[in-house]
């Protein structure tokens, strides 16, 4: 799920120097602390420190999620944290920073908690629009689709048709209703001439289209998305495509400029693999040492299941495994890939009653994925 854009509204502190931003380790001398991004698009500040100044706060942290995402460095979750600090976990913080503190919960994969910060600052201020996008991308996520779309109609009373418009068609997309959606995608993106709207509209549709089963379709719109403006989650989806349409080289070759973070190297060794290529086995020996240090900085590795699954299913060929580890990671995330990756775990461990039972799970979120089907 690609975040919806930053709302910039009159009135709320969500404008700062990071308004591009696409959202609505030491124990000897010699030793690693800190591997910086290879693509920074906001300037930071050398430290992150808690700012009483709510502007301040949310201009800084803002740069820090910007950073997180174009990254995929989760140390710029925690640096947003200590920018927010003064005000984190404050009942009486501005709505608007309450709202970035769930931003940060999300992308920690802090579900529950964010979403109490974000139900607690809407009680505060109903009519927060950027407070019910992210609400509906957390019930999305969850496969609460009513929910989602109830927090998508907040949106729009609220005075944000647009974002409103685009929340309700992804969220009905995921229920089905493909033709609907690319009609209303594609409308929504006439009306604009921003490169990162279009951006995210266009990952919209490729998801949708996808789901529908219309690859080529859906590769059209992965490509346009990036055109328009590079995205992390979005190569990464795009590559996913390509692997599962039997297309390494081209994953590959998506992949080969992104920062290398552990569902880029993942996929790297998943393609080199199926070229026949040995490059794969050094990257999962990275993949396995970074994994070790999670563990020893007391990281609860529950929080990284999706890629755990996949890399036991594609690269150490232990299904059953896999398939133990994404039932657990659907416990914390219900997003369209969640499933497949359950799913493919349990056809390829051969286990009839877990199959039956994840699809009979599935169903009943009124989820409609044709790449779960056999």
């Known amino acids: ?42 300037r930071l500040a050398q430290t992150a420190t808690a700012m009483p100044d709510p502007a301040a706060a949310a201009a800084q942290a803002r740069a820090h999620i910007a950073t997180a995402r174009q990254t995929g460095d989760t140390r710029y979750w925690g640096r947003a944290q200590a920018a927010l600090a003064h005000w984190w976990g404050q009942a009486d913080a501005p709505v608007a920073l309450a709202v970035l503190q769930a931003t940060v919960q999300q992308g920690r994969h802090e579900f529950q908690a964010a979403r109490s910060v974000l139900q607690a600052a809407l009680q505060r201020d109903p009519g927060h629009a950027q407070g019910w996008l992210n609400l509906a991308a957390l019930e999305r996520l969850s496969g609460q689709y009513p929910r989602a779309l109830r927090a998508c109609e907040a949106v729009a009373r609220a005075g944000q048709n647009f974002y409103a418009q685009a929340c309700q068609l992804e969220t009905q997309s995921l229920q089905g209703q493909t033709g609907a959606a690319r ?45 328009e403006e590079p995205d992390l989650y979005t190569s990464i989806a795009l590559a996913d495509l390509l692997l599962r349409t039997g297309k390494a080289a081209d994953a590959l070759a998506v992949l080969q400029p992104l920062p290398q973070t552990d569902a880029v190297l993942l996929r790297q060794a998943a393609a080199m693999r199926r070229l026949d290529n040995p490059g794969w086995k050094p990257l999962r020996s990275t993949l396995r040492e970074w994994n070790g240090e999670l563990a020893r900085r007391g990281d609860d590795l529950s929080l990284h299941g999706r890629e755990q699954a996949l890399v036991a299913l594609w690269l150490d060929d232990d299904a059953p495994a896999a398939l133990a580890i994404a039932r657990r990671n659907l416990g914390l995330q219900r997003e369209p890939i969640d499933w497949w990756v359950a799913l493919q775990s349990a056809r390829q461990a051969k286990d009839s009653a ?19 089907s056999p």
């Open 183 to 227: 009609k209303g995608l594609l409308a929504l993106r006439a009306q604009t001439q921003d490169a990162g709207q279009r951006s995210w509209l266009d990952s919209l549709l490729a998801e949708s289209e996808e789901r529908a089963g219309h690859d080529a379709a859906a590769l059209a719109a992965y490509q346009s998305s990036l055109q």
């Open 354 to 372: 877990a199959l039956q039972q994840l699809q009979t799970e599935m169903q009943a979120t009124g989820l409609v994925d044709a790449r779960s």
């Open 1 to 42: 799920m690609r975040t919806t854009p930053f709302l910039c509204l009159v009135g709320l502190l969500l404008c700062g120097a990071a308004q591009a931003v696409t959202e609505l380790r030491p124990g000897r001398g010699d030793e690693v602390i800190e591997r910086l991004p290879a693509i920074t698009r906001v």
